[in-house]
T-cell receptor, first 116, second 113 residues
């Protein structure tokens, strides 16, 4: 299976600050996504990371809060801005289209964020 | 709006005691139904994709089946290492929905030795 890595794996941040999470895929993907998993909850899609253009956000998520970049086919970043304790979650990136499997979506290990 | 409901929320089994997990879904055109395994503190690990009613896929002690309204994940003779949260997700057909998964809440499986 494809390898997707994320940095950092975890962080503890103060409210009002911002954190940028990096996602690297070991081969080209068709599409990349960012998900959030709040404590005890399942995964919720934040946005689609589009290469070289603005990300496409799902209802309830906005660019000012979660700016996303994708400068090339294998790398993306998600920034969680002006954090509050409610942002404490696991943030996961995913890729689809790896190794020619057009419909299989693989996930990274996640970044566990705690906001104090 | 797509909906995915998994049951039970939690399942405790004795080693060797076979059982099934359920995933009921509502989606306007199914492109695929995914099953993932998630261990604590880790990202979801891909297990299966099912595309059409009647399809079955197997991997070791796991077998996934699909009907038009639900999917089952059958676990045969489970071992303690099968303990994890099992997630079901639907992938809606349609260009603008490509790659966007809607997840259920998951079933927490615990297998006791």
């Amino acid at each position: 299976s494809a390898v997707i890595s994320q940095k950092p794996s975890r962080d503890i941040c103060q409210r009002g600050t911002s954190l940028t999470i990096q996602c690297q895929v070991d081969s080209q993907v068709t599409m990349m996504f960012w998900y959030r998993q709040q404590p005890g909850q399942s995964l919720t899609l934040i946005a689609t990371a589009n290469q070289g253009s603005e990300a496409t956000y799902e209802s309830g998520f906005v660019i000012d809060k979660f700016p996303i970049s994708r400068p090339n086919l294998t790398f993306s970043t998600l920034t969680v801005s002006n954090m509050s304790p409610e942002d404490s979650s696991i943030y996961l990136c995913s890729g689809i289209g790896l190794a020619g499997r057009t419909d299989t979506q693989y996930f990274g290990p996640g970044t566990r964020l705690t906001v104090l | 709006e797509d909906q995915v409901t998994q049951s039970p929320e939690a399942l405790r089994l004795q080693e060797g005691e076979s059982s099934s997990l359920n995933c009921s879904y509502t989606v306007s055109g199914l492109r695929g139904l995914f099953w993932y395994r998630q261990d604590p503190g880790k990202g979801p690990e891909f297990l299966f994709t099912l595309y059409s009613a009647g399809e079955e896929k197997e991997k070791e002690r796991l077998k996934a089946t699909l009907t038009k309204k639900e999917s089952f994940l059958h676990i045969t003779a489970p071992k303690p290492e099968d303990s994890a949260t099992y997630l079901c997700a639907v992938h809606r057909a349609g260009g603008t929905s490509y790659g966007k998964l809607t997840f259920g809440q998951g079933t927490i499986l615990t297998v006791h030795p």
